[in-house]
């Protein structure tokens, strides 16, 4: 990040090897065409191992790719996906914003006007231009609208297979990243740039559907009268073994849903934001809402992982959730943990996630963390070596909060 090799070296690329380089493999399937760059092709690739010529262990596209497989060979199942990215946007460019230090920085419009018909107008050049340009590109939006905060805007990126909606998830950063600035606009995709205002979140929705009948796996053809809690009557037993196996290991991949430092600066109570380990049929303040109509053999039947914020790198969050919900499926896990119920509006008695980067890495790379298990030790020996090293620039960090606190007091 910013150019700088990290201080401990990792195992792709280091002194040791020499700073090999790898192979990157075109996806000829992934073709586009720039819409913003003259119509200049363009195409994702894949990175293996220049000896071994296997997926090096980071690689986003096959980490998720890989385990995506598993639900195919074993269970004849496609996991798919959206996802809801907001985003905070100011009237900044890269220069005045090195500038102000990024604070004090102009937001796009003033005021709180989530889901608004009036503030899109006020901009109206550059949210078409956005929105067209995703057509363009294949990254199709079901919806694109304010969100709550000043200049907030949230796109939910079009349901699909995982992998696909992955990938256009990323892509959406880069079209806005690419098309505001030429309106002297500067978004923002930090999980809580503001204090005293929420946070941009990244929900992730996912389902299994069955490859020959089209049928949504997360759902039941028919009430279940014995379901230990009304909110799971037209839920699978398989869908509560995927959500059991994802409860149980949530903490652990907790550097993958809030991969930085500001990430935790999101996840406080009272704004929305899920800090325990909890699920609930529609419930907002749950890490896991589960979403069932009241309705057999439903097509829409779901579950929205609530924990990751706008900074999220969708690839790693999605592999991470199928693979501890491939688990929960392989062993037959049961739901243990009650759901919230709807007059809970706290998280009290509930185990909490990890608060801060430091505390979520620790247990990510701990001997026996689940992460490890469905994962591997070369991609969390990597990915928990990347984010030490964004802790101890932290760590190393004077920042305006302490100059402005104890300049005179201390």
Request: a negative charge; hydrophobic letters at 40%.
């Amino acid at each position: 990040m910013h150019d700088r090799t990290y201080s401990k070296e990792l195992t792709v690329s280091n002194a040791e090897n020499g700073y090999r380089d790898l192979i990157a493999k075109i996806d000829l399937t992934s073709f586009r065409r720039i819409p913003w760059e003259d119509q200049m092709p363009f195409f994702l690739v894949e990175y293996y191992d220049s000896e071994t010529n296997e997926p090096i262990a980071p690689c986003p596209r096959a980490l998720l790719k890989r385990v995506s497989d598993q639900y195919k060979k074993v269970l004849n199942a496609l996991p798919t996906a959206g996802a809801e990215l907001e985003f905070f946007q100011y009237k900044e460019t890269a220069q005045s914003m090195h500038d102000k230090n990024g604070v004090n920085l102009t937001p796009l419009t003033p005021g709180m006007f989530g889901y608004s018909v009036q503030r899109p107008v006020l901009n109206q050049e550059y949210y078409y231009d956005i929105l067209n340009k995703c057509r363009e590109f294949d990254v199709e939006l079901e919806g694109w609208h304010t969100e709550t905060g000043p200049g907030v805007f949230e796109a939910a990126i079009a349901y699909g297979s995982a992998v696909d909606m992955a990938d256009k998830a990323v892509l959406f950063k880069l079209i806005c990243k690419s098309i505001a600035p030429k309106y002297g606009i500067l978004p923002c995709f930090m999980a809580k740039p503001t204090q005293g205002l929420p946070g941009n979140s990244g929900h992730i929705h996912l389902s299994l559907i069955d490859i020959k009948t089209g049928k949504n796996l997360f759902s039941r053809d028919t009430r279940d009268e014995n379901a230990p809690w009304p909110d799971v009557v037209y839920f699978s037993e398989l869908g509560q073994s995927f959500l059991a196996g994802v409860l149980d290991g949530l903490a652990d991949i907790m550097p993958l849903l809030a991969p930085n430092i500001n990430s935790y600066k999101r996840l406080v109570e009272n704004f929305w934001a899920p800090v325990s380990v909890s699920w609930g049929l529609e419930h907002r303040i749950a890490s896991i809402r589960l979403i069932s109509p009241a309705e057999p053999s439903s097509k829409s039947t779901r579950l929205e992982i609530r924990t990751p914020g706008a900074d999220v790198h969708t690839h790693y969050a999605m592999a991470a959730i199928l693979a501890l919900g491939f688990r929960g499926i392989e062993k037959n896990l049961k739901l243990t943990i009650p759901p919230m119920s709807k007059e809970m509006t706290t998280t009290e008695g509930l185990e909490k996630l990890p608060r801060s980067l430091h505390e979520a890495t620790t247990r990510f790379a701990a001997p026996k963390s689940l992460a490890r298990e469905v994962l591997g030790d070369a991609f969390v020996d990597h990915f928990a070596g990347t984010r030490f090293e964004e802790i101890n620039l932290w760590n190393d960090a004077v920042t305006n909060w302490e100059v402005t606190r104890y300049i005179e007091t201390a």
